[in-house]
């Protein structure tokens, strides 16, 4: 009987464990199940387009996602901000069919999601930018296997900023009448064609790496007047094709980075010393080298053109130092040169240029108000650039000296004044003392004064009222 009994209750604390594990699991995916969340209004939500929809959120609201996949068809109509946690973690995946992510609004803005699989064929687009939206911002986002990455038809003043964009048909499409768009220091990888513009004029694509598209790095068709610069064309099958189309290839001072120009720099400054010709479109100022970007914590930006691999990069705001380290691009090459474009705001000029601990002389390409280009070239191996300003290593020294000068007299000045003030103020003995005397000295004096008329109590109680 005891055995049973012991059965009977260990079966049932066993169950009622279970039960509550149950029980736990499932407040524990109740909770997770509101992954989405209005930042302005506080309230979660169980799908990205229940948040959109929500009568609560009205433009200018921030929608904050997080980590997971969400296998939705996303109609963004509001002028919000839509931010994932995290682009690797937080995934909109369209299940192969349609338009993921379609903007009907103005002023929306998308970052930090992969957006992947569409459809296939007109109108499908990891995120398709609707006829006559406008002013929308896209930006550190990952876009993968789609027909378009992000395409845009009649839209205008858009920007792409910060994407990888790779595994699609099209990476970037601007169709239809889409102009004065920017799009900016992506990396637009793997697509067949990478951007396609076809009767789109003004807009400004800049500070690009496409890199292994397998029909077309840029194919223009009857688009123009739109600027192309600081690119890197690295290995497509073609760099560009232009259609019924011109464009400007150049900011007349600095062009794009072709993997396949054969020219020289005879002058070493960076630039190529011939034009690269595409079709009827000239690049006047070929890059010798890889154009890149670094951004600082002052938020100025430093441009960099190399030849050499960027294997690191350091700006240290305490004390005005830029440090790069830079490698061989390939096993045979032992000639490098770096061109650095740099904010006077960042680092006045003149500088101090050191590779490996070791002073170089540089060149100063160009120089105004606000920035220097300058150039230096080394042998080759991983080295270590740093650069620093004359001016401030000048004043570091004898600012230092003044201020713990000033701090020490400070000091000194400080501590005699105590103890001069010390010396000077009687301790309460002392004043006790002072007083007794001082009441002793009026009792011997105040018998031998008359003064009829209260002229003593006048002096000493000047309120004092004679009636």
């Known amino acids: 009987m005891f055995r049973k009994l012991v059965f009977v209750l260990s079966l049932f604390i066993l169950l009622s464990g279970l039960l509550y594990v149950r029980v736990n699991q499932a407040e524990v995916n109740a909770l997770n199940s509101n992954r989405v969340h209005n930042i302005n209004t ?47 973690t937080a995934i909109i995946d ?55 990455g992000i395409a845009t038809i009649y839209s205008e003043n858009n920007t792409f900023a910060y994407n990888d964009i790779f595994s699609n048909t099209f990476g970037i499409a ?54 192309i610069y600081n690119n890197n064309f690295v290995a497509n099958l073609p760099q560009m094709s232009l259609l019924n189309s011109v464009n400007f290839l150049d900011n007349e001072f600095e062009g794009n980075y072709w993997s396949d120009y054969n020219g020289s720099d005879s002058n070493n400054d960076g630039i190529g010393d011939l034009p690269k010709t595409v079709d009827a479109n000239r690049d006047n100022y070929p890059l010798m080298g890889i154009f890149s970007v670094f951004r600082t914590s002052l938020g100025y930006k430093l441009n960099v053109i190399s030849n050499s691999t960027m294997e690191g990069f350091e700006y240290s705001e305490s004390n005005r130092t ?49 920035l220097s280009i300058i150039y230096f070239s ?9 650069i620093t300003s004359k001016i401030q290593n000048a004043l570091i020294f004898p600012i230092f000296v ?20 010390r010396r000077k103020k009687p301790s309460p003995i002392r004043k006790n003392v002072i007083k007794t005397r001082l009441n002793l000295s009026l009792k011997a004096i105040t018998p031998n004064l008359i003064y009829p008329d209260n002229r003593m109590q006048l002096m000493i109680n000047p309120n004092y009222s004679y009636t």
Not at 202 to 226: F, V
Not at 343 to 368: A, C, K, M, Q, R
Request: with cysteine; hydrophobic share 35%; proline share 2%.
């Open 378 to 386: 080394y042998e080759h191996s991983t080295l270590e650039i740093v």
């Open 94 to 148: 369209g299940n192969g069919t349609g338009a993921v992510v379609t903007i009907e609004a103005d002023n929306a803005r998308i970052s930090n999601f992969t957006i992947q699989r569409s459809g296939t064929g007109v109108g499908c687009a990891g995120i398709c930018i609707a006829s006559l939206s406008s002013n929308n911002t896209l930006s550190y986002n990952i876009l993968r296997n789609n027909f378009f």
């Open 322 to 370: 830029i440090k790069i380290i830079v490698s061989n691009m390939t096993k045979n090459q032992n000639h490098g040169f770096c061109r650095l474009r740099i904010p006077h705001g960042l680092l006045s000029p003149p500088y101090n240029v050191t590779i490996n601990n070791n002073s170089v002389p540089y060149t100063t390409i160009d120089e105004n108000d606000t």
């Open 402 to 421: 003044i201020v713990t000068s000033i701090t020490i007299i400070f000091v000194v000045a400080t501590l005699l004044a105590i103890i001069v003030r």
């Open 174 to 227: 601007l169709l239809s009448g889409s102009k004065n768009n920017v799009v900016v220091g992506n990396t637009i990888s793997s697509n067949e064609d990478g951007i396609w513009c076809e009767y789109s004029t003004g807009n400004s694509i800049i500070g690009n790496t496409i890199l292994h598209n397998n029909k077309c790095g840029i194919q223009l068709s009857k688009s123009n007047s739109s600027r």
């Open 42 to 88: 506080g309230i979660n939500y169980t799908t990205i387009q229940e948040a959109i929809n929500a009568p609560q959120t009205v433009d200018e609201h921030t929608i904050h996602v997080d980590a997971g996949i969400y296998y939705e068809h996303v109609v963004l109509n509001k002028s919000v901000s839509l931010v994932g946690e995290n682009a690797e």
